[in-house]
């Protein structure tokens, strides 16, 4: 096999017993945002690379639950093994015993542009001229996707007869392969990289290896780690700590690292603009993350005391949805005085399933999840803690259900300013349209209409009173400045700039593949690349 080929596993098609994306299961009409991908890289000879890879995924597997994989390199060849699936369903002992190395990246993905298909799970893998191999992984959003789009098409890049990826990140990888034809592939990328516009963590390795990346505007965390025998980055701290490898620092906005036998390699291709994603600590990340040195438990706990001190209430206990509203609920107990409890038992089996429920099943909603601890909410004034409301559908459901156990009175806490505005950035909430906070009522233009919002989302959801955390108290508990961070979606302040208009598709580059004009230019149609997304 010569250092281009490229061996993969899963087969293009679905065979009988594989698992069908899709085919809904029965959390597809819940209104949590959906995490962006998680990324994972490791560098490190004498190492079981593919296995640390997958335990770097499985601490991963909350960013993206749709398809996984892994690429490894032992210095002569690359080998890829992805599939639609978790990583648990998609990786064995068996598989991972037959990718040996000492350089690998993985990937987890939720999908936004490009549909849920084996072509778009990543990494992907694009061969280069002189013949090496180019595994990338991509966590973020570009908003100039048709632009990359033309640029590829122009270089032969795209080939509209057979089965293609259609996300940014396979333009990213095709883009970059291109471009190293004459030159390094250290070097194209610092050529590659100042051209894409948006939000991006980028993993990649050819056979020696491992590079990573992060956008000039920091939007999606990204952290280095020390290995006794190497080096990791990975998209939260977490996924250093189960594979035991020690936090160095964070990758700086606009960094790129390349990690091989010479060591650690820093080089600058855009000058740092951090804009951070406040939503990482309110719901994305997992609270044993550390974000730009701020614990994310930490956060989550301050944002509850703030919130306990911002809409105080009479109330007998305080109980999260669990698991994202709990640190934010222990904390709005501390604030207030009222006792902590768990009034909800969650199912912890219960996770993203590609089984059809049936119409009996599906009208239960929520209770699949949660169930009621009957004897703990009965005849009390319950304050709900959750991390957000989006479309209103969960909480709307909860209640009721927490009303037919026995609650008196049910107040409604959220741990984030209410959701107005679409990201553009890597999480997929709902669109405009489908979002509560501009369906309710008021524009939030001033106090008054901002009042009759929230009046509009209390009634909708049933609850007796109904009270968001503030911007300021959301930003506050992060112990950032508010320059660094990015809270758009709350209020509206995009920090990259974005086509003049949006399409919220996530099937935008199929639509060009279909339509074979070749005639994207490359700032007319800019407004296709929305949400535009590994």
């Not at 912890?348 to 004897?375: D, M």
């Not at 524009?443 to 955390?469: H, Q, W």
Request: some cysteine; overall charge negative; glycine content about 10%.
């Amino acid at each position: 096999m010569s250092r281009a080929d490229l061996s993969v596993h899963s087969p293009n098609l679905l065979a009988p017993g594989r698992i069908d994306p899709a085919v809904p299961g029965p959390d597809a009409e819940e209104n949590e945002p959906r995490e962006e991908c998680g990324v994972f890289g490791v560098w490190a000879p004498g190492e079981d690379v593919a296995k640390l890879s997958y335990y770097g995924l499985y601490a991963l597997q909350h960013r993206g639950q749709e398809a996984a994989g892994i690429a490894v390199a032992d210095g002569s060849q690359v080998l890829v093994f992805k599939d639609l699936g978790l990583v648990s369903q998609v990786f064995d002992e068996q598989t991972l015993g037959a990718m040996p190395g000492h350089v690998a990246v993985g990937h987890c993905r939720y999908s936004t542009t490009g549909s849920t298909t084996w072509e778009n799970a990543q990494p992907i893998f694009r061969t280069t001229a002189a013949g090496s191999g180019i595994a990338l992984g991509h966590n973020g959003n570009l908003v100039n996707t048709a632009e990359l789009a033309h640029r590829a098409r122009e270089a032969g890049l795209v080939d509209d007869r057979l089965p293609a990826a259609t996300s940014d990140s396979d333009l990213v990888g095709a883009l970059l392969a291109h471009a190293a034809a004459d030159t390094s592939i250290e070097q194209a990328a610092m050529a590659l990289l100042p051209t894409l516009r948006g939000a991006f963590c980028l993993t990649f390795m050819d056979e020696n290896t491992l590079y990573a990346a992060r956008d000039p505007h920091g939007v999606r965390p990204l952290c280095l780690g020390r290995l006794d025998r190497g080096w990791v980055v990975a998209s939260e701290t977490a996924a250093l700590d189960i594979v035991g490898a020690a936090f160095v620092r964070d990758i700086e906005p606009g960094e790129l690292l390349a990690i091989d036998a010479d060591g650690v390699r820093s080089s600058r291709f855009a000058s740092p603009e951090p804009k951070g994603c406040v939503f990482e600590y309110v719901y994305l990340a997992r609270p044993d993350s550390v974000i730009a040195g701020r614990s994310v438990h930490s956060t989550r706990v301050e944002i509850g005391r703030r919130l306990a001190k911002e809409h105080p209430i009479d109330g007998d206990l305080v109980i999260p949805v669990p698991e994202s509203g709990t640190p934010a609920a222990v904390g709005y107990a501390q604030g207030s005085g009222i006792p902590y409890g768990q009034g909800l038992m969650k199912n912890a089996y219960v996770g993203r399933t590609f089984i059809q429920p049936s119409q009996t099943i599906r009208q239960l909603g929520i209770r699949l999840k949660l169930n009621p601890l009957r004897e703990v909410i009965r005849g009390k004034r319950l304050v709900v803690v959750d991390d957000s409301i989006v479309r209103g559908n969960t909480q709307r459901a909860l209640i009721r259900m927490l009303r037919e156990a026995g609650a008196l009175e049910i107040h409604v806490r959220i741990a984030s300013p209410p959701v107005k505005w679409p990201c553009f950035y890597g999480i997929d909430f709902a669109s405009p349209a489908e979002l509560i906070a501009n369906g309710a009522g008021g524009t939030s233009e001033g106090r008054a209409d901002f009042d009759e919002m929230i009046e509009g989302v209390r009634r909708s959801i049933g609850a007796d009173s109904l009270g968001y955390i503030s911007i300021d108290g959301m930003i506050g508990a992060t112990e950032q400045p508010a320059s660094r961070l990015c809270a758009a979606c709350f209020d509206g302040e995009y920090p990259i700039a974005l086509p003049a208009e949006s399409s919220m598709g996530k099937n935008v580059l199929e639509g060009m593949l279909e339509s074979a004009a070749g005639t994207v230019t490359s700032h007319d149609n800019d407004n296709v690349d929305a949400l535009s997304r590994p």
